[in-house]
């Protein structure tokens, strides 16, 4: 008795079958992450050193995985503060002109907040404006 085309035919439904499965693999590994989403804060009032209870769907799984950014709306921009341009305007026009640096790299995104990971190994961050302009942060 021949066992060939029954051979094959197992064959080619393995085949098949592997394909199916590589092209789920790809679609699953690139799922959209969802952005999280704060549904309680406590204390409502809080000062310096006290600690503030964040809750929420859709954060990062593990201590020291999550990032919240404390921001006013409005504020002057960290250039302008430092002294490097007039105005958040001149700013924005600079950034857009490749003209501000973080630490040697320019600057693209104009609503780019500063993290403790950009700190040199001297413990500083240095902004600068062109070639000759150049203030370094030293954090508290």
Do not use: Y
């Not at 952005?35 to 859709?58: D, H, M, Q």
């Not at 104009?110 to 000759?132: D, N, Y």
Request: charged letters at 25%.
């Amino acid at each position: 008795m021949d066992t060939r085309p029954r051979t094959r035919l197992k064959l080619r439904h393995a085949v098949v079958a592997a394909a199916l499965g590589a092209l789920v693999v790809p679609a699953t590994a690139n799922a959209a992450v969802k952005a999280p989403v704060i549904t309680k804060v406590t204390p409502a009032n809080a000062s310096v050193g006290e600690t503030l209870t964040v809750t929420g769907r859709n954060f990062r799984v593990g201590k020291g995985r999550n990032t919240l950014l404390f921001k006013r709306d409005g504020g002057k921009a960290l250039f302008v503060k430092a002294g490097l341009v007039a105005s958040n305007g001149e700013a924005r026009r600079q950034i857009k002109g490749g003209g501000l640096r973080v630490n040697d790299v320019a600057v693209t995104d104009e609503k780019m907040v500063l993290t403790p990971a950009q700190l040199t190994p001297e413990g500083v961050i240095k902004l600068s404006l062109g070639r000759k302009r150049h203030v370094l942060l030293k954090p508290a």
